[in-house]
């Protein structure tokens, strides 16, 4: 019974992990689009760059192709913990257009 615990609530945290990472990518796509239209007031734009610049930081999981694409809207550097993969497309893909990144201490 104990076992099945600590493998439901494992289990629990890496769904949990999953939707953070999900829903971080879904918000950095929606700034980068909101970013790119005409519609935004400059003090709108303003503040989603200053949102969007936060999104670069990551502490565990995988550095994947699609976060450098978006770093590349605002021409940022990633900042990662060791705890993070780089995929080999996303290093590529970091270095053909100029996007630093920095690994961090935790």
Known sequence: MVASQVSSELLREVIREVVR???KEVIAEEISAAMHSSALKP????AARA???VKHHLTRGALT???VRAAEVDGSTIWITRRVVVTPLARDR???SGID???IEE
Not at 43 to 46: P, V, Y
């Open 21 to 23: 990472d999900v829903l």
């Open 43 to 46: 003090e709108a734009r303003d």
């Open 51 to 53: 949102t969007a610049s």
């Open 65 to 67: 192709e699609r976060q």
């Open 94 to 96: 970091a270095k053909s």
């Open 101 to 103: 990144i920095i690994r």
